[in-house]
């Protein structure tokens, strides 16, 4: 007699077929691979909006000014508005994300930018070339009273590799 109960050698005879007539795997493999295309497409959808980038923007300066205990400053109040307004132009003249990121770009410049004064000078470009006259106005007035050695530009000079 064999150690084997009838009913388990009854069972592999059931299930054997029944996994034979799964059919292939591939089938699953190529739906798994179609989601994850769909869903980077919609990914870069999304973080290709003018919002969600002036979003992370503010993110990244937000914490690197808590780490340098100045959040509450007039440059960030500054910066807000000019992304504010950034985000503003965007959403009027049809822009993706990649656009706000050249139109922001002047401000990473960090063969530009070597004085917090110059942080400043970039700001103005930047609303001069969105036709903000009256923000790279406020700006260029804000400019002449910046001082060179403040805890918050000496963060920014650094975040931006200067």
């Known amino acids: 007699m064999s ?5 388990v050698a009854n069972a592999v005879e059931v299930v054997q077929p029944v996994v034979e007539s799964s059919g292939s795997i591939w089938g699953y493999v190529a739906g798994g691979a179609v989601l994850l295309v769909l869903a980077g497409f919609f990914g870069y959808r999304k973080m290709n909006t003018p919002s969600f980038i002036i979003k992370q923007v503010r993110k990244r300066n937000l914490k690197e000014m808590q ?19 950034v985000l503003e ?3 009027k003249n049809n822009k993706k994300g990649s656009d706000v ?5 002047p401000l990473n ?9 110059d942080m400043y000078q970039s700001m103005i470009y930047i609303a001069n070339e969105m036709h903000d006259v009256a923000l790279a106005r406020e700006f260029k007035n804000k400019s002449k009273q910046v001082k060179a050695s403040s805890p918050l530009m000496t963060g920014l ?4 590799g200067i």
């Open 89 to 91: 132009y965007a959403n």
């Open 3 to 7: 150690d084997v109960p009838v009913s």
């Open 157 to 160: 000079l650094k975040r931006a």
């Open 101 to 105: 990121v050249k139109i922001i770009s």
């Open 67 to 85: 780490k340098q205990g100045v959040e509450n400053s007039d440059f960030m109040l500054d910066l807000n508005k000019l992304l504010d307004s």
């Open 109 to 117: 410049d960090s063969s530009r930018i070597k004085t917090p004064r």
